[in-house]
């Protein structure tokens, strides 16, 4: 018998085979098999940040995907950046995306306010809150020949003359460093109506106006000021969180007798509808996450407080920051 024909019916019936198990795959691909839902180290799942490359919001959600991607917690991350309406654009999206159950998204205090203001049906509230992950201080800065040398001082001259005192920050309408002297004023019995705010785009904005005395006081988180803060150019007059700041010699606002604790944070949220038992898998792959040593290194290296929570302590917490924005911007007429 010829070679070649003695060949042909194995070769029939590996086709027949590769066929069959062709199907077997599509079969199994329908299924979501192949996205890893039997096997958590495979699941591909999506991050989406709503805000440019760099900003706070993409650092850390880098950071959380990072760490769980090199911990093999689970597949690879398509992160995808949403920008627009400081946030407003992103919390819409993952609104549209009721059910999906492979998507969370970064979101943090500036998000919240942003919702407001942009007067968007797309509230925090709505979504399936994941975890709360970190929490950054507001500082409060003046230039090294600032008459200010106590928060007591300042507060003194702002009661005097409430719109006399121009207030700097690196945000917008809405977002944290608009929020926090807003609620300091109404702390301290300044109608915060009549503040004097000017929105900087960041943190070096916002450093030339102050050494240039183009405002009188600036308030935002620290990180950025470190260098301008360690060359006694920049002073912190007090802190906005609970306790001290290992790297600032500065007061609390409560140790120096003002009831008002505030400050920024960051957490995660899944789209609406989805499963008790998806819900509970990023939560834990997110428990899990924030035990590793790169989170902890990412923590260190960003000069991020570690404040995560979830289950209903998130949940309360998210209901309450989100009361407390809508009375600010009400009162302001902002939302």
Not at 120 to 129: F, G, V
Not at 253 to 272: C, H, Q
Request: proline share 5%.
């Amino acid at each position: 018998m010829h070679p070649s024909r003695a060949r042909r019916p194995f070769a029939g019936r590996t086709l027949v085979a590769l066929i069959a198990a062709l199907a077997l795959l599509a079969l199994a691909s329908g299924c979501g098999v192949t996205r890893g839902s039997d096997d958590p180290n495979n699941r591909r799942l999506r991050m989406m940040i709503p805000n440019s490359v760099g900003g706070g919001y993409d650092l850390t959600g880098r950071a959380a995907a990072r760490a769980m991607q090199d911990n093999d917690l689970t597949g690879r991350f398509k992160i995808t950046n949403v920008q627009g309406a400081s946030g407003t654009v992103a919390m819409q999206r993952l609104l549209n995306e009721e059910g999906a159950d492979d998507l969370m998204m970064l979101m943090g205090l500036g998000v919240v306010g942003a919702v407001y203001t942009n007067k968007s049906e797309a509230k925090p509230l709505k979504m399936t809150p994941i975890a709360r992950l970190v929490e950054e201080q507001e500082g409060i800065l003046v230039p090294a020949d600032s008459p200010f040398e106590t928060l007591d001082d300042l507060v003194a001259a702002w009661k005097k003359d409430p719109a006399g005192l121009t207030v700097g920050g690196g945000s917008g309408n809405g977002g944290p460093d608009h929020l926090f002297p807003m609620q300091l004023a109404d702390t301290i019995g300044v109608d915060p109506k009549k503040v004097n705010y000017i929105s900087y785009d960041g943190g070096g904005p916002l450093t030339t106006a102050l050494l240039g005395a183009k405002i009188d006081v600036g308030m935002s988180g620290l990180g950025e000021f470190e260098d301008q803060i360690k060359d006694g150019k920049l002073r912190v007059l007090a802190v906005s969180g609970e306790e001290r700041l290992d790297t600032v010699d500065a007061p609390t606002l409560t140790e120096s007798g003002v009831d008002l604790v505030f400050t920024n944070w960051r957490g995660v949220l899944a789209p609406p509808g989805i499963s008790d038992e998806q819900r509970e898998y990023l939560t834990g792959l997110l428990k899990k996450m924030h035990t590793t040593d790169e989170w902890k290194e990412a923590l260190a290296a960003n000069g991020w407080t570690d404040n995560f929570a979830t289950g209903q302590e998130f949940e309360d917490f998210l209901a309450e920051q989100d009361a407390r924005v809508a009375d600010t911007l009400k009162e302001l007429g902002l939302a």
